[in-house]
């Protein structure tokens, strides 16, 4: 259940796209980003998913995403994802160079993210049951199942392509910010359990403090400082449910020092004490 700022998934041998079924429960991951297009396809339960561009999951808005519902999330898009129960999902990372390689100018192709003002359409339902033909191949691996998963995958980004994308001349832009954050999300994600310093994560940037800590919420969607409390509870959610440490040492190992501040932020992302996830999962 671990997250990351930047995300990995392994990819299947002799396979160019990455796929992934997880299942989880009350579950936050802080904004983080990838190169690769990201298809996201909802199995069970609902998943918030906010992006820099939309909504701020810190304040518990975004878009919910119900069973039989896809999300796109556009290459090096900062984006978050949030559960309140549990969830299971399909995910598909399609690489840059994959695209690259097939679609004109990709560097500055943005798709549509959202589909609610597509539903019932031909071309939406088209998408969904390739969507659902591809976790089936997925999921059964038969013989030369990597052929047949590749043609519906390659089906799905035709009409995605065809259908639901744009030249966006303001990608070039916000790739630029987003480079000047990779560096700073990298530090976080290395140090969040020791003291973290605004000046350092400022110089990695290049930036002075003031006008890193604009641009960060900017592109962020949240501040610096509740960023890096963000990605602590992370993992402090995690140990509270593989280990049977005390709250105290969990807190303490994972670089959070305030318990008031602390409590208010983990209420408020997962709707339960640090207690009261420990008896669920009891």
């Excluded at 041998?13 to 690769?36: A, F, G, K, N």
């Excluded at 561009?53 to 878009?63: P, S």
């Excluded at 993210?113 to 088209?126: A, P, S, V």
């Excluded at 000047?180 to 290049?206: C, F, H, N, P």
Aim: with cysteine; proline share 2%; charged share 25%.
């Amino acid at each position: 259940m671990q997250q990351y700022t930047h995300e990995y998934i392994k990819s299947i041998p002799h396979l160019p796209v990455y796929c992934l079924i997880y299942e989880t429960y009350r579950q936050m991951s802080p904004s983080h980003w990838h190169d690769h297009l990201e298809i996201i396809y909802v199995l069970e339960g609902e998943l918030q998913i906010s992006s820099n561009e939309n909504t701020d999951i810190y304040a518990n808005d975004g878009h919910i995403l119900h069973k039989d519902e896809f999300y796109i999330i556009n290459s090096s898009k900062i984006h978050s994802t949030k559960s309140k129960g549990m969830v299971k999902a399909f995910l598909i990372q399609v690489p840059y160079m994959y695209l690259d390689n097939y679609i004109e100018d990709y560097g500055h192709v943005r798709f549509l993210e959202c589909y609610d003002g597509e539903k019932n359409t031909k071309k939406y339902d088209r998408m969904k049951a390739l969507l659902k033909a591809i976790t089936r191949i997925y999921c059964k691996k038969d013989k030369g199942y990597e052929l047949r998963l590749m043609a519906k995958m390659n089906e799905f980004l035709y009409i995605l392509y065809t259908s639901y994308s744009h030249i966006d001349a303001n990608m070039e832009k916000e790739s630029k910010q987003i480079a000047r954050l990779k560096g700073v999300l990298q530090y976080v994600a290395q140090s969040y359990q020791e003291q973290i310093s605004l000046k350092t994560a400022a110089d990695i940037a290049s930036l002075n403090q003031e006008y890193f800590c604009r641009m960060f919420k900017r592109c962020m969607g949240v501040t610096f400082l509740e960023y890096i409390n963000l990605v602590r509870i992370d993992h402090i959610h995690e140990e509270l449910l593989v280990t049977e440490d005390s709250i105290t040492d969990i807190l303490e190992r994972n670089g959070f020092t305030n318990y008031k501040v602390f409590s208010r932020m983990f209420k408020a992302q997962f709707g339960m004490t640090p207690r009261e996830l420990r008896r669920l999962r009891n």
